[in-house]
């Protein structure tokens, strides 16, 4: 996500991001010499959190949500992408406090865009309204970008983003790429999301299991990280997983991005699949 800053040296508002090979940034807009230090800030802390939301909605796509219906997982995340479209309108008319009170959309994009909008209204005459509202059309666009697999320019803040679905279009790139270089290369975390790259790469641990275990007496493809394990210490049990649910016939794309919403789903303080709970644990005391 793209990081805002108050420069209050130079009265900037500045922003960066990662490109995977190190951080760029950029001048947003001067802030006059009378805007108070204390507003700056508030509002380029309320653009980092809009980025956030706004990228929540390409690592967190309603695609891969088991299901659209009205009050699931999927519902909820398609209001937030379809928010887009209201982002603009919030930044210029936010939602600001009449009588004590104040409305907030339980969406949380459009929110956070009603809070950059209070944080200019604070800013008065100040404010960069103009400068701000071109940086977030400019944000909008390289979401979009990034999901029909564009990580080019701005949108390359993309490759150090963990996404729960892949796009086709990355992953065939990945591919490509492993052809030319089959033992990996740098690009594949510099030019790539991270979860059409790992696609290719689970394939490529597979055929490289098999010729593996075709060379060697008496080992399973499943097994070979375990025997390698014995020559040079490895990361084991994740590589094996994998090979075995390859092995059970399942898809590269299917193992990879199961084990990606996991992950996301754990991060986030949730159990993905309760039932495989007390197996786990027991696991872990062995």
Partial sequence: MTVYAFDETRHLL???????AGFVADTVAELAGTAEPEDALGLADALTSLSRRLWLTYTHPASAADSLDVNTEG?????????????????????????????????????AAHH?????????????TEHVVADVR????????????????????????TRADASPLQINAADDLFREHPTGTDKLFTHFDPAAAAVPAAHRLQAAADVAAAAAAECEPTDVVREADGIEALAVETPTHVLER???????????????????TAAEGRIADPDT??????????
């Fill in 138 to 161: 400019s944000e909008l666009d390289v979401v979009e970008h990034a999901e029909r697999g564009d990580l080019s320019g701005r949108a390359k803040q993309a490759v150090c983003l």
């Fill in 277 to 286: 709970l007390p197996d786990l644990i027991a696991e872990a005391i062995a």
């Fill in 116 to 128: 950059v909008g209070r944080a200019l209204h604070r800013l008065g005459d100040t404010a960069p």
């Fill in 246 to 264: 390859l092995g059970d016939g399942e898809t590269p794309r299917e193992v990879v991005l199961d084990l990606i919403r996991t992950a996301l």
């Fill in 75 to 111: 519902w909820r995340r398609q209001g937030e992408r379809d928010a887009f479209g209201k982002v603009i309108d919030a930044l210029t008319n936010p939602n600001l406090p009449q009588n004590g009170y104040l409305v907030q959309s339980y969406i949380r994009a459009e929110e």
């Fill in 14 to 20: 500045t922003r960066t991001w990662d490109t995977g």
